[in-house]
T-cell receptor, first 116, second 115 residues
Framework: DTEVTQTPKHLVMGMTNKKSLKCEQH?????MYWYKQKAKKPPELMFV???????INESVPSRFSPECPNSSLLNLHLHALQPEDSALYLC???????????????FGPGTRLTVL | KQEVTQIPAALSVPEGENLVLNCSFT??????LQWFRQDPGKGLTSLLL?????REQTSGRLNASLDKSSGRSTLYIAASQPGDSATYLC??????????????FGKGTHLIIQP
């Protein structure tokens, strides 16, 4: 099973709302990632978690707050977003980050976020 | 900062042709390179992973090569089919102190296979 699931599939929120995106994998992977993909652009890295610890934050604004409650679950908490934050948010996982062979990343289908 | 370039940006060919997609990267100290396909509005499907110590990988009709010293990779698709129509993305990771960092992507090649 190489499946990464993401919920919800679509999300519309106002600029004052608080919402969360959820990502789950049951492959025993210990590295999880959040990427943001704007229309007609490639994905851009936001955060990397390794063994449930945040290892990389690509200077993402604090209105995006990641959380990794356990090795299978990754959340992205959203607060006071701007319309320009509208994008496809992709979650990925890999076995780990320390050995090349185990770094193959598997992506979920994404959450399409619209900020009004 | 790592930059990844993919050529061509778009390609339209008749069914049955063999084709080559190109990817280049500026920092040759990569950890590994991964090729993906993305269908419109969907997530990414991993096609092939090439470790930095490898020269090529094959999966079915796909063959990817890596020349780390020159900063280049190619994806060869044999006997193309209409179902191969998608955007193909090349991505590389670098090694940081705590392990591999995330992937840096090229802008992709939008491929259309005409029936």
């Amino acid at each position: 099973d190489t499946e990464v699931t993401q919920t919800p599939k679509h999300l519309v929120m106002g600029m004052t709302n608080k919402k969360s995106l959820k990502c789950e994998q049951h492959m025993g992977h210990r590295a999880m990632y959040w990427y943001k993909q704007k229309a007609k652009k490639p994905p851009e890295l936001m955060f990397v978690y390794s063994y449930e610890k945040l290892s990389i934050n690509e200077s993402v604004p604090s209105r995006f707050s990641p959380e990794c409650p356990n090795s299978s679950l990754l959340n992205l908490h959203l607060h006071a977003l701007q319309p320009e934050d509208s994008a496809l948010y992709l979650c990925a996982s890999s076995q780990e980050t320390f050995r090349e062979y185990y770094n193959e990343q598997f992506f979920g289908p994404g959450t399409r976020l619209t900020v009004l | 900062k790592q930059e990844v370039t993919q050529i061509p940006a778009a390609l339209s060919v008749p069914e049955g042709e063999n084709l080559v997609l190109n990817c280049s990267f500026t920092d040759s100290a990569i950890y590994n390179l991964q090729w993906f396909r993305q269908d419109p509005g969907k997530g990414l499907t991993s096609l092939l992973l090439i470790q930095s110590s490898q020269r090529e990988q094959t999966s079915g009709r796909l063959n990817a090569s890596l020349d780390k010293s020159s900063g280049r990779s190619t994806l060869y698709i044999a006997a193309s089919q209409p179902g191969d129509s998608a955007t193909y993305l090349c991505a590389v990771s670098l090694y940081s102190g705590g392990g591999a960092d995330g992937l840096t992507f090229g802008k992709g090649t939008h491929l259309i296979i005409q029936p």
